[in-house]
């Protein structure tokens, strides 16, 4: 059963699809000047932004199929965020000043993975 009720299913997605709508907000922004405080600090914003997201699309996948597996939800959680990571890069191929990577597309994903296996592993262990 997926999300009966209208209401709590727009309230369990509601932050998912706000970050969403954040990530792609941020994603449409020409950035002027690039400021770098250590090496390699756009794969790791990249990391920690599509970390968040997956613990978000996890909680909500959760709380809208009860029941389910929960290692299936967390893949299911990673795939979608890999997949939304996908889609941003392509988004930002085509904004003026910015430029998409398969460099980032990868960070994206081994965020979503550590995140989602450190929240697995945090439920597992009772925090």
């Known amino acids: 059963m997926f999300c009966n009720r ?10 998912t699809v706000a ?11 020409e950035i002027p000047i690039k400021v770098s405080l250590f090496a390699m600090q756009d ?12 613990v978000l699309f996890f909680i909500s996948l959760r709380k809208s199929t009860p029941g389910y597996n929960i290692k299936a939800i967390a893949i299911l959680a990673i795939i979608f965020s ?13 904004v003026p000043g ?25 439920l597992k262990l009772g925090f």
Request: glycine share 8%; net charge negative; charged share 10%.
């Open 43 to 54: 794969k790791a914003i990249h990391f920690m932004e599509y970390g968040i997201l997956s």
């Open 19 to 29: 970050y969403c709508g954040l990530i792609f907000y941020l994603s449409s922004q």
């Open 98 to 122: 910015r430029e998409s990577s398969i460099g980032d597309v990868t960070a994206n994903l081994i965020g979503a993975v550590v995140f989602q296996s450190i929240h697995i592993l945090k």
């Open 82 to 94: 890999g997949l939304y990571g996908v889609s941003d890069e392509v988004h930002q191929y085509f």
């Open 6 to 15: 209208s209401l709590f299913c727009f309230l369990v997605w509601l932050p």
